[in-house]
């Protein structure tokens, strides 16, 4: 049986999260070990950036993503989040993945839409390129087999 991902992408829109997309991404085991630490049977070298946090505690999660988690109940496992440190740290691995710069850009290769530019790292390496008023992004994803 396979495993899937449903991610959410928030920002931080003047002082309140907002959804901003929820890419469809590809069934991807090495991408879901570094990301969570699921499936990490694919290749276990790879160090997870964070165990699964759950979403409990997040009381701010918005309307969308809360909506399509709610769908998911009794389906949804290793529910998760990534803050931009996080992300920025994501997008950096894939980078240094084998394989073109294109299909390991964390934008194009694997979400399928722009945020910031610079691979989603640009909110933390290039502060000064991202729009006013937004001040934080996060991944907010759960599995389901």
């Known amino acids: ?3 899937d991902i449903h991610l959410h992408i928030e920002v931080k829109l003047f ?3 907002e959804h901003y997309s929820c890419p469809n991404i590809l069934r991807n085991y090495k991408l879901f070990a570094k990301m969570a630490g ?9 160090e997870p950036i964070s165990k699964p946090k759950g979403l409990e505690y997040l009381d701010d999660l918005t309307t969308i993503t809360k909506f399509n988690l709610d769908r998911w109940k009794g389906d949804a496992h290793s529910c998760s989040w990534l803050n931009k440190e996080e992300i920025a740290e994501l997008s950096a691995w ?3 993945l084998e ?4 299909d390991n850009d964390l934008e194009w290769g694997f979400l399928k839409c722009y945020l910031f530019g610079n691979s989603f790292g640009g909110i933390v390496n290039y502060p000064e ?11 907010i994803f759960w599995f389901d087999n």
């Not at 699921?38 to 790879?46: Q, Y």
């Not at 390129?129 to 991944?139: I, K, Y």
């Open 38 to 46: 699921v499936r990490n049977d694919v290749d276990t070298s790879i």
């Open 94 to 96: 894939l980078l240094q």
């Open 15 to 17: 002082n309140k999260w």
């Open 99 to 102: 394989g073109s710069r294109m």
């Open 1 to 3: 049986m396979g495993c």
């Open 129 to 139: 390129d991202v729009p006013p008023g937004v001040s934080d992004v996060r991944f």
